[in-house]
């Protein structure tokens, strides 16, 4: 099978390599760093079986590359790739017909999994999982703004009432980190406990 990998970081497309040829040993893979390369490619090559896309590299744009190679070449399987864990931006690359959303987060053995998924025909949303891999969309406040995505996540863990163990297991961290990331919630929120920060996200209008 062909494959089209791209990607504008050449260590993350050696990575993924790797990655590819555990999902299959013969698979041929040809490489781009833009989206203009991406365009030349899938006119140079009609065999292509896959294509993965980075959401951030060069001409992607405001998902104009997305909609350009699936103008080009929609009988083609195409997957984005990114480092973005947040909802919307998964969201988004499907109802735009990407077959997939693989967050990078994901281990080698789930992104080949997650692969062999879409290859199968099926689509790929890493929001139906088990895993807490994605941001929560919290409220559109601007008291939020200041928190970073894993004390988003933190927070909305507590609004959903998980104990402080609960959400350490959830998201693979430690309690103590746990209490730290709540310690930067409490600060950076002007409140002083868990059930001041959870009255506020509640208030705020928040429904997972």
């Known amino acids: 099978m062909k494959i089209l990998l791209a990607d504008d970081h050449q260590l993350v497309r050696e990575g993924l390599k790797v990655t590819l040829r555990l999902l299959e040993q013969d698979s041929e893979v040809i490489e781009a760093a833009s989206i203009e390369e991406v365009l030349c490619l899938i006119e140079a090559h009609d ?8 959401l951030r590299m060069p001409g992607m744009g405001n998902w104009s590359g997305l909609d ?7 009988e083609v399987p ?3 790739i990114s480092a973005s864990q947040e909802r919307r931006d998964v969201a988004e690359a499907l109802a735009r017909g990407a077959c997939g959303y693989i967050p990078k987060s994901l281990s080698v053995g789930e992104t080949i999994a997650a692969l062999k998924r879409i290859l199968a025909g099926d689509i790929f949303d890493p929001r ?15 008291r939020f703004e200041g928190l970073s995505p894993r004390e ?8 959903e009432g998980c104990s402080n163990k609960e959400i350490a297991r959830r998201l693979t961290l430690q309690e103590v980190t746990v209490k730290a990331h709540l310690k930067q919630v ?7 406990n868990r059930t001041q920060a959870v009255k506020l996200v509640l208030q705020a209008g928040w429904n997972r």
């Open 186 to 192: 409490f600060r950076k929120l002007d409140v002083t």
């Open 47 to 54: 065999d292509l079986g896959l294509a993965i896309l980075d």
């Open 152 to 159: 988003r996540h933190v927070l909305a863990l507590l609004s």
């Open 78 to 80: 195409v997957v984005i």
């Open 128 to 142: 139906s999982g088990e895993r807490d891999t994605l941001v929560p969309e919290l409220p559109a406040d601007g």
């Open 68 to 74: 350009r190679v699936r103008a080009r070449r929609p």
